[in-house]
């Protein structure tokens, strides 16, 4: 017997808990409430077409909200997929993880939200260079591009939730 996808996996939870599963996918409540909404959801190609649809539905202030629920590349977190997410950074040298550190103050300083990358599988130089890269991006054209960032992060963390 397979294992159940995650459009399975929220179809099967209570209130809650579905609530509770979404937000680690997103912090923004917004897009958590449209998802309860959808429910339940007719497979997991209709739960991926569910979430991007809620969340290129949602405004700046709540995607500054979702952008909110993630720890500054190189941080880590407490959170065990974002650390896994970050996992490039296992191997960063000092200098590397300094540089980072700068740039992330720079963003912050700049666009006024943390930098957001859909970081699984690149390596800390990659995430470096995209970081330098997107400095000199204007606000609103950042803002665009950090909330498609936001949907590969959502779309990789509701693919693990059956498996958590």
């Not at 065990?80 to 191997?91: K, V």
């Not at 980072?100 to 300083?109: D, T």
């Amino acid at each position: 017997m397979g294992t159940a996808g995650p459009a399975e996996y929220l179809n099967g939870q209570s209130g809650n808990a579905a609530r509770a599963a979404l937000t680690r996918c997103c912090a923004a409540r917004r897009w958590v409430e449209a998802m309860l909404a959808a429910r339940p959801f007719g497979g997991d190609a209709a739960l991926f077409e569910a979430a991007e649809r809620a969340w290129w539905a949602l405004g700046k202030d709540d995607w500054l909200e979702a952008f909110g629920g993630h720890p500054r590349i190189g941080d880590g977190g407490i959170d065990a997929w974002a650390r896994h997410e970050q996992a490039g950074m296992n191997r960063a040298d000092e200098q590397t993880r300094a540089a980072l550190a700068q740039g992330n103050r720079e963003y912050e300083a700049r666009f006024g939200h943390v930098f957001l990358i859909c970081a699984t599988g690149m390596s800390a130089t990659d995430m470096l260079g995209a970081l330098r890269a997107r400095l000199g991006n204007d606000p609103a054209t950042e803002l665009r591009i950090a909330a498609g960032e936001q949907v590969r992060i959502t779309r990789l963390r509701l693919e693990k939730l059956a498996a958590s």
